[in-house]
């Protein structure tokens, strides 16, 4: 069965602090995105990733980081957080495949509020 | 930037009911795909429509794909509260990243 795992479904942060999202899949899927999910926005893209090492911006990647050391795992950093990246993160993994790129299995959410 | 237009936002129904949603865009897609999302899950993936005027049913769930590959419809038959949730449209251009673009959803509520 599809497995995608955020680590943490609730995160309360200070401002200013640093803050790591974790995401594990155990699909072996080339890709890996983060999301984030607001009201009235919709999904917005922040980083994606096509293999170890590899990461190409996304619609909004002012603020965060990532890393990916390992191809299951895929990281999302706040360097320093503040009030306006609370928000629902999520991660998702795809393969490369011809023929199921484009279909994406999403993790659970992390819902994280920055005070 | 490829926008995703979902219509209606909001939609709120008996049960028994039937209903269409829509997702429309100036822009032509390689693929579309419907997602469905329940309160605090992420969202999980129902169909892919690939070939315009494609049509895929999931048992009351029937997709339809535009013949111009640019907008798509999910129609619900005798709608059940167990259809309740936020279902999201998404779509990819072809070109070389994976990423989708994403409407921003439309709510759904079936009422008993």
């Known amino acids: 069965d599809v497995k995608v795992t955020q680590s943490s479904r609730y995160l309360v942060k200070r401002t200013g602090e640093k803050v790591f999202l974790e995401c594990v899949q155990d699909?072996?899927?080339?890709?890996m995105f983060w999301y984030r999910q607001d009201p009235g926005l919709g999904l917005r893209l922040i980083y994606f990733?096509?293999?170890?090492?590899?990461?190409e911006k996304g619609d909004i990647p002012e603020g965060y980081s990532v890393s990916r050391e390992k191809k299951e795992r895929f990281s999302l950093i706040l360097e320093s957080a503040s009030t306006n990246q609370t928000s629902m993160y999520l991660c998702?993994?795809?393969?490369?495949?011809?023929?199921?790129?484009?279909?994406?299995?999403f993790g659970a959410g992390t819902r994280l509020s920055v005070l | 930037t490829q926008l995703l237009e979902q219509s209606p936002q909001f939609l709120s129904i008996q049960e028994g009911e039937n209903l269409t949603v829509y997702c429309n865009s100036s822009?032509?897609?390689?693929?579309l795909q419907w997602y469905r999302q329940e309160p605090g899950e992420g969202p999980v993936l129902l169909v892919t429509?690939?070939?315009?005027?494609e049509v895929k049913k999931l048992k009351r769930l029937t997709f339809q794909f535009g013949d111009a590959r640019k907008d798509s419809s999910l129609h619900i038959t005798a709608a059940q509260p167990g259809d309740t949730g936020l279902y999201l449209c998404?779509?990819?251009?072809?070109?070389?990243?994976?990423?989708?673009?994403f409407g921003k959803g439309t709510h759904l509520i079936i009422q008993p």
């Open positions: 998404a779509g990819n251009s072809g070109g070389g990243a994976d990423g989708l673009t």
């Open positions: 998702a993994s795809s393969p490369r495949t011809l023929i199921a790129k484009n279909i994406q299995y």
């Open positions: 990733s096509y293999d170890v090492k590899m990461k």
């Open positions: 822009s032509v897609f390689s693929s």
């Open positions: 699909m072996d899927h080339e890709n």
């Open positions: 429509v690939v070939t315009g005027g």
